[in-house]
C-alpha cells in the first residue's frame, strides 16, 4: 500500500518568508510525528499527534513553528519568519497507534532557507 | 533526558566484513530500542528493534541484543554487502513517556567497497 508522502520534496524560500511543509501518513495510522534532520543537530523530534487528542509541541524549537492536523490524517507543519539555521531536512513519520513501536516514515522535505 | 551515543563514522569496510556499529542509551524509563537505516536518497527505514532486555532483534543479517545491564544496543553483521552502504541510526522509545517519539543518536555512515 501507500507509504508516507511529504510534499513538496525540496524548498527553497527567503529569510523571513513563511513556507508550509505537508505530509500525508498511511491510511488509519492514527499516530503523526514530524522530525528534523539537520548536520549540526541529528535527527530531533519536533511535534506528534496522536487521535483528536491535544498535539505534543514539547520539541517545537520556537513559536514560529507550529503544526496542525486535519481530520486525524494530513498535517501540515508551518514556519513562520523563517531563519536560515531552520535549513533542513522535516521528516513525518505516522504510526498504527501509540503502543506499536514502528513508526514509517516519508521521504522528508528538503528545507533551504537562503 | 533520554540520549543516545553510537559510534561515530564514517565506517569503511570491505564486502564480506564483519560489522559493528556500538550504541549505548541514557534513558529514565524502561526504553524500546531500534536500529533505523536510511539508504542514499531515501527515507527512513526500521531495521531491527527490540522492546526489553535480553530480546535480540534481526534482519536482513544484522543483529541488535538489548543488553539493559550495559544500557547497549550494538549493531552487528557477520558479512557486509555492498548494498549495505547506508546512513545506520540507533534510536530509542521511552514508552514510560507521555508519547512514544524516538530519540536518535547522530547517525553512522557505513560504506562498503566491493
Known amino acids: 500500500g501507500a507509504g508516507v508522502s511529504q510534499s513538496p520534496s525540496n524548498k527553497v524560500t527567503e529569510k523571513g518568508k513563511d513556507v508550509e511543509l505537508r505530509c500525508d501518513p498511511i491510511?488509519?495510522?492514527?499516530?503523526l510525528y514530524w522530525y528534523r534532520q539537520s548536520l549540526g543537530q541529528g535527527l530531533e523530534f519536533l511535534i506528534y499527534?496522536?487521535?483528536?487528542?491535544?498535539?505534543?509541541k514539547s520539541g517545537l524549537p520556537s513559536d514560529r513553528f507550529s503544526a496542525e492536523r486535519t481530520g486525524g490524517s494530513v498535517s501540515t507543519l508551518t514556519i513562520q519568519r523563517t531563519q536560515q539555521e531552520d535549513s533542513a531536512v522535516y521528516l513525518c513519520?505516522?504510526?498504527?497507534?501509540?503502543?506499536?513501536?514502528?513508526?514509517?516514515f516519508g521521504p522528508g522535505t528538503r528545507l533551504t532557507v537562503t | 533526558g533520554d540520549s543516545v551515543t553510537q559510534m561515530e563514522g564514517p565506517v569503511t569496510l570491505s564486502e564480506e566484513a564483519f560489522l559493528t556499529i556500538n550504541c549505548t542509551y541514557t534513558?529514565?524509563?524502561?526504553?524500546?530500542l531500534f536500529w533505523y537505516v536510511q539508504y542514499p536518497g531515501e527515507g527512513l527505514q526500521l531495521l531491527l528493534k527490540?522492546?526489553?532486555?535480553?530480546d535480540k532483534g534481526s534482519n536482513k543479517g544484522f543483529e541488535a541484543t538489548y543488553r539493559k545491564e550495559t544500557t547497549s544496543f550494538h549493531l552487528e553483521k557477520g558479512s557486509v554487502q555492498v548494498s549495505d552502504s547506508a546512513v545506520y541510526f540507533c534510536?530509542?522509545?521511552?514508552?514510560?513517556?507521555?508519547?512514544?517519539?524516538?530519540?536518535f543518536g547522530k547517525g553512522t555512515l557505513l560504506t562498503v567497497n566491493p
Open positions: 513519520a505516522s504510526s498504527l497507534a501509540t503502543t506499536t513501536y514502528e513508526q514509517y
Open positions: 491510511s488509519g495510522h492514527t499516530a
Open positions: 499527534f496522536q487521535g483528536n487528542s491535544a498535539p505534543d
Open positions: 534513558a529514565t524509563g524502561y526504553p524500546s
Open positions: 527490540a522492546t526489553k532486555a535480553d
Open positions: 534510536a530509542l522509545s521511552d514508552i514510560g513517556g507521555s508519547n512514544y517519539k524516538l530519540t
